[in-house]
């Protein structure tokens, strides 16, 4: 299927370089289509952006793609998730970006490059420097693949961002990307997020962690670490000085890995963001964090959401932030563990405390009654100097429709849950 009569239309002010940006995600523009666009892009001077992501191209219209791309320098970004390319069509995308200069941002998340094809564009890295974001999330890339990637690391010095996520590779491709962060001075976001990279693969990466002074964002959410990676990348952050984003959810983390990390957030001076969520963290976990924090002074965003923190670790938490006048934290997540009625004082008294800076605060999937949420919504009406914009709670029966207009109206802006990591961080 090809782009319909009615967007030849497009295809028209592409060539009178009449736009900036052009969406084409999911219009299955296919052979035709890809070949169309290809042939305009060659001449164009005004457009930047183009997504063509899920749009059923083959391995035609990709070698028209990157002839245009050997030629076009003004397009900075290209979106080719979910296509339908083999082997051809990938070498001879990567050939052509070896000679484009302007391309900066590339996603060809689900385009089943496998290790042929990550050797392909770890090629592309040893010579390409404009390329600063390059997405190759679930593209069945082995540990040949991952290690031929990372060596490319060693010798880029322009990529800022590399999506990994979901791939097949294991200790020997962890153990190269861990190498590879040794050395690499430019890499800022690394994700791996379901890449069963286990304890071993942890103990490297965090080895690499050691040495790097460039990344600030590393993703391991549902990495199969458990508290063993966990301890190593908690030592690791005893000597790193530039990590921000620590992402960690669903783990298998206990009170034991989560201990480490409290003790190594007395030292760090760079996290901003920590995720434990859905891991097996209890009270004393949640205590060794709340003896952190009563010393911390830069942790923004703290997410403990589907835990088993009950009210020993909930109180110990929110002592800590309301003893410390030089924390930073403005996000807590405690959604989903076992606190109940008997926290809501210590809640009340943090809302109150001229030390709290929280702006978003989720205490839902928890073990409260509406007497429990109407004292929170009051001591929200009483601190006029408030800063949360978000509130999350709930209790059996469900809140009166009365209270959560109430509740709407006090916050200072619509309710919104933020995303894991802002956008500028993704």
Not at 34 to 48: F, G, M, Q, R, Y
Not at 141 to 169: P, T, V, Y
Not at 365 to 372: Q, R
């Amino acid at each position: 299927m090809s782009l319909k009569p009615l967007d030849s239309h497009i295809i028209k002010r592409i060539s009178s370089n009449d736009l900036v940006a052009l969406d084409l995600e999911g219009k299955a523009c296919g052979d035709e289509g890809a070949v169309a666009i290809a042939n305009v892009l060659k001449e164009n001077t005004s457009l930047t952006y183009l997504n063509l992501d899920n749009d059923n191209i083959h391995d035609t219209g990709m070698i028209a793609i990157a002839e245009a791309l050997r030629k076009n320098h003004c397009l900075t970004t290209i979106g080719l998730e979910g296509e339908q390319i083999s082997e051809t069509g990938i070498i001879a995308l990567a050939t052509a970006l070896k000679e484009n200069h302007t391309l900066t941002s590339l996603d060809l998340e689900a385009d089943n490059l496998g290790d042929i094809g990550a050797e392909q564009f770890a090629d592309v890295l040893k010579e390409n420097n404009t390329l600063t974001e390059l997405n190759l999330d679930s593209d069945h890339i082995g540990d040949r693949g991952i290690c031929a990637l990372a060596n490319a690391l060693k010798l880029n010095h322009g990529l800022l961002s590399l999506d990994l996520d979901e791939e097949d590779f294991g200790i020997e491709g962890s153990k190269a990307l861990g190498e590879a962060l040794c050395e690499n001075k430019t890499l800022t976001a690394l994700h791996l997020a379901g890449d069963q990279i286990g304890e071993e693969g942890a103990k490297a990466i965090a080895h690499g962690l050691e040495f790097n002074h460039s990344l600030c964002i590393i993703d391991l959410d549902s990495a199969l670490i458990g508290d063993n990676g966990t301890i190593a990348l908690a030592n690791a952050l005893k000597k790193n000085n530039k990590l921000e984003t620590l992402n960690l959810a669903q783990n298998d983390i206990t009170d034991i890995g989560c201990s480490a990390l409290a003790e190594s957030l007395q030292f760090n001076q760079t996290l901003k963001i920590l995720n434990l969520g859905s891991n097996s963290i209890g009270g004393q976990g949640a205590i060794a964090l709340a003896q952190a924090l009563t010393i911390n002074s830069t942790l923004n965003n703290l997410f403990l959401d589907g835990n088993s923190i009950s009210d020993i670790g909930a109180i110990a938490i929110t002592k800590a932030i309301i003893n410390n006048s030089s924390n930073t934290l403005d996000s807590l997540y405690l959604d989903g563990n076992s606190i109940t009625s008997q926290s809501i004082p210590y809640f009340v008294e943090l809302i109150k405390s001229p030390n709290n800076h929280l702006s978003k605060i989720d205490l839902s999937l928890n073990n409260f009654t509406l007497s429990n949420v109407e004292q929170i919504i009051d001591a929200i009406e009483m601190n006029t100097q408030h800063s949360i914009t978000y509130l999350a709670i709930d209790c059996k029966g469900g809140i009166p429709i009365q209270l959560k207009q109430k509740l709407n109206l006090l916050l200072k802006q619509p309710q919104q849950l933020p995303p894991l990591l802002p956008t500028n961080l993704q």
